[in-house]
């Protein structure tokens, strides 16, 4: 029963929504790669033996593969699903086959083709919130203090109750969930945070805390606070509705502080602000989506909309035999005026997956021991 519940409740969740994803961020390769002239062998979602397919009249394989971590597109001329050449199979062909590989397009027809699945993440995740504000709308309240807590940030800088939050940093915010997303990326960075207090206006420097916090499945959560509260009376807490454009303006919003809280997060890494220990792999992904699932469909969405934003900016990292690391290689031709040496990108290549495999086994870590050991 345990094991049954393991598979409705994790397993099945986790591969729908990975695949769905991987999905059209290879639709988004696979459309634009075509439109540009380029040739498909085969589009697969999951590696490994195929489980089910079909080839299509334009003789691109469609198959669903054994494990269900991914997936790719191969293009006429590619060696492998990485997208590199073939140079043995390119020089048995005639100029009209080689227009029609990745290697032999136009640079920009390859950099659009490479770009076009981040690109496919990213819109995905900009109609999914769409979505989500135009049908059901958003919960926000007023940014008013009803609480400061004791020995805080807040404390420190001298913020009161009733005091009306204005700006950060000099920019100006509108919901106290604007605070929240603000503060939580900039553990021990100061801050300048602007409130109105009896017709008066004050800048109040402060530098947000770093602490940890157990969300409601009893995750470890580690961000910044400033240790102020609101409450229904003083946040005026509603819910916010959205006509069908200004919800697609909110979608592009909320895809953009994403990825601009993804990179702070990084920057947080290597700076020492943050642990690296928040970075997972399939086994915590898998196990937050079952637990997001408990919470209903829409919660689902706003997951999977986060998740594609993610696999969007993880493929655009300038690492080799990723999305980014060809487009790095493609600005460099750009200057350069001639692709690197069939040797070099070969190095360049086996460097790309020994960071891969490195971050995979380092997610890897911290999903399982990171955490017995934590």
């Keep these: 029963m345990a094991i049954l519940g393991l598979i409705t409740g994790y397993i099945i969740p986790f591969i729908l929504v990975l695949s769905f994803l991987v999905f059209i961020h290879e639709m988004g390769h696979y459309l634009v790669g075509r439109w540009c002239g380029i040739r498909v062998t085969a589009f697969s979602i999951g590696f490994g033996p195929e489980l089910i397919g079909f080839t ?3 003789g691109t394989r469609w198959k669903v593969s054994a494990i269900p971590l991914g997936g790719y597109v191969r293009f006429f001329g590619d060696e ?3 997208s590199r050449p073939d140079g043995t199979q390119i ?12 290697g032999g397009a136009k640079l920009w027809k390859r950099a659009a083709t490479v770009a076009a699945g981040p690109l496919a993440n990213f819109l995905l995740a900009i109609v999914i919130f769409a979505a989500v504000f135009s049908l059901y709308g958003r919960m926000v309240a007023d940014p008013v203090v009803a609480e400061v807590r004791a020995n805080s940030a807040a404390a420190e800088a001298g913020v009161e109750p009733g005091d009306l939050l204005v700006a950060l940093d000099g920019s100006a915010i509108r919901t106290f969930d604007d605070v929240r997303r603000y503060v939580s990326v900039r553990p021990e960075t100061p801050i300048v ?3 109105e207090r009896g017709g008066r206006s004050l800048d109040l420097p402060m530098v947000p805390k770093r602490v940890d916090i157990t969300d409601q499945f009893g995750n470890r959560v580690e961000m910044g606070q400033i240790g102020i509260v609101t409450d229904e009376q ?8 959205y006509s069908p454009l200004e919800a697609i303006g909110q979608g592009v919003a909320e895809t953009g502080h994403i990825i601009t809280g993804t990179f702070r ?8 602000k ?3 220990d928040q970075i997972g ?3 915590r992904i898998a196990e937050t989506t079952g637990q997001v699932a408990t919470l209903g469909f829409v919660a689902v969405l706003n997951f999977a909309a986060v998740i594609s934003v993610s696999l969007g900016l993880m493929n655009l990292f300038p690492i080799p035999v990723l999305d980014g690391g060809h487009l790095v290689l493609y600005a460099l031709e750009a200057v350069r005026g001639k692709p690197l040496s069939e040797r070099l990108q070969e190095i360049v290549f086996r460097i790309g997956f020994a960071l891969i495999l490195t971050l995979m086994v380092f997610a890897t870590w911290n999903d399982t021991i990171g955490r017995w050991i934590g």
Excluded: C, K, W
């Design 234 to 241: 003083r946040g005026n807490f509603r819910r916010v509705t």
């Design 193 to 195: 945070v602007t409130v």
């Design 56 to 58: 299509d009249r334009q």
């Design 91 to 102: 020089a048995h062909m005639s100029l009209e086959e080689r227009a029609q590989t990745l």
């Design 274 to 276: 943050m642990s690296a």
């Design 80 to 82: 492998d699903v990485a």
């Design 281 to 283: 792999g399939p086994i």
């Design 265 to 272: 997060y990084i920057g947080n890494i290597f700076s020492g």
